[in-house]
Nanobody, 113 residues
Framework: QVQFVESGGGLVEPGGSLKLSCVAS????????MAWYRQAPGKQRELVAI???????NYVDSVKGRFTISRDNAKNTMYLQMNSLKPEDTAVYYC???????WGQGTQVIVSS
């Protein structure tokens, strides 16, 4: 029954930055592993970044050093700071949890000149 709402996507030029937000309908970030995923045109959904209840993080190799996952438990909100964006980052971005497993609508990111 937990719902996720993603926002913050848009059109940005290569090298630019965006900050995505994910708001959950409940205080669940402190007790569940959370993750950002993305799905590029013609490709399957992939895991981008994860954050544990204890705050540890990990990233897919293609975004290491450029993306940062974080959360604000009091606001039931998770973030993905995206820097040095590349055209290959173009995708619809989703947040979810392996435990909750409920997909929202995602937010579209387009990196293009």
């Amino acid at each position: 029954q937990v719902q996720f709402v993603e926002s913050g996507g848009g059109l940005v030029e290569p090298g630019g930055s965006l900050k995505l937000s994910c708001v959950a309908s409940g205080r669940i970030f402190s007790i569940n592993v959370m993750a950002w995923y993305r799905q590029a045109p013609g490709k399957q959904r992939e895991l981008v970044a994860i954050i544990s209840p204890g705050g540890s993080t990990n990233y897919v190799d293609s975004v290491k050093g450029r993306f940062t996952i974080s959360r604000d438990n009091a606001k039931n909100t998770m973030y993905l700071q995206m820097n040095s964006l590349k055209p290959e980052d173009t995708a619809v971005y989703y947040c979810n949890s392996p435990v909750i497993n409920n997909w929202g609508q995602g937010t579209q990111v387009i990196v293009s000149s």
